[in-house]
């Protein structure tokens, strides 16, 4: 049985991708990226980020927190020196596209539309920065705008990432989908902190950041599934996906595909390990 999934013009060959900031091109080296579906890239913004103070990462029981703050070498950087790495080694590129200012996002997507990125995932959902990112995924009527302009920049298909860190998350993807989104991908991650007890301050140099890995599964789950029922568009689980068996639990939570976020950190070939682990689930009678 094919594995093949579609979102919107584009086609996967199988429905195993890997989440934005968890992979570079050097992840070639521990794995081979062409036998999965999809790369998303690290967020790219208009302008050059340096990000967050260090510490930026924390191991936490069952997950990670981090507050990299988006840093990234501006787009132009992105596309001369970053991506024509992605896009030897990966089969299809998502590249995923952040902003402080409402027009970067569209300003960003015009700049790579000649490129060979197969689509745009669209983080509004970034808690680890001051402008942008989870200010404007927080309201349904910047989501559906900001989806707008995306949508009239570009031909590529365009997903939008969506925050757990919202009161309405369903009214939220409505607004995407509505706006023109081919489809939905939730779950960034969600709000936490740290603290060292014997200096008493915070672990991370931004004090909070983004928590994920296996702890979040359970609410990311929840989130899919709310989410599944009210949108048309195909849905992208994310959060906590380690093997095959929490891969199959999306699935049948209504995704139609899956990215694979901080398991690469544990173990690189995560991603192929769950495309062999469905294809047999799938054949089994
Ligand atoms: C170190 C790190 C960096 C991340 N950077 C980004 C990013 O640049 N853009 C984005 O949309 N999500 C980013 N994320 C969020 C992941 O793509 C994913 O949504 C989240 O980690 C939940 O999935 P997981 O539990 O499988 O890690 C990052 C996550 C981690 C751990």
Known sequence: ???????????????????????????????????????????????????????????????????????????????????????KYADKVICSVSGELLYEYAEVV???????????????????????????GKDEKMVHQITKSIKSATKKPIIIKLSPNVSDIENIAKAAESGGADGISLINTLYGMAIDINTKKPKLGNITGGLSGPCIKPIALYYVYKVAKVVKMPVIGIGGI??????????????????????????????????KGLAKYNNEP
């Open 242 to 275: 380690m093997n095959t068996e929490d891969a199959i639990e999306f699935f049948i939570a209504g995704a139609a595909a899956i990215e694979i976020g901080t398991a690469n950190f544990v173990n690189p070939n995560t991603g192929i390990e769950i495309v």
């Open 110 to 136: 015009k700049r790579l539309n000649d490129t060979d990125i197969s689509a745009f995932e669209i983080n509004v959902s970034c808690p680890n920065v001051e402008r942008g990112g989870i200010e404007f």
């Open 1 to 87: 049985m094919s594995l093949s999934v579609s979102i919107g013009s584009l086609t996967l060959k199988n429905p195993v991708i890997l989440a934005s900031g968890t992979c570079s091109p050097d992840l070639q080296k521990f794995t081979d990226l062409s036998k999965l579906g999809a790369v998303v890239t690290k967020s790219v913004t208009l302008n050059p980020r340096t990000g967050n103070p260090p510490p930026r990462t924390v191991e936490t029981p069952c997950g990670m927190l981090n507050s990299i703050g988006l840093e990234n070498p501006g787009v132009e950087k992105f596309k001369k020196e970053v991506l024509p790495d992605y896009i």
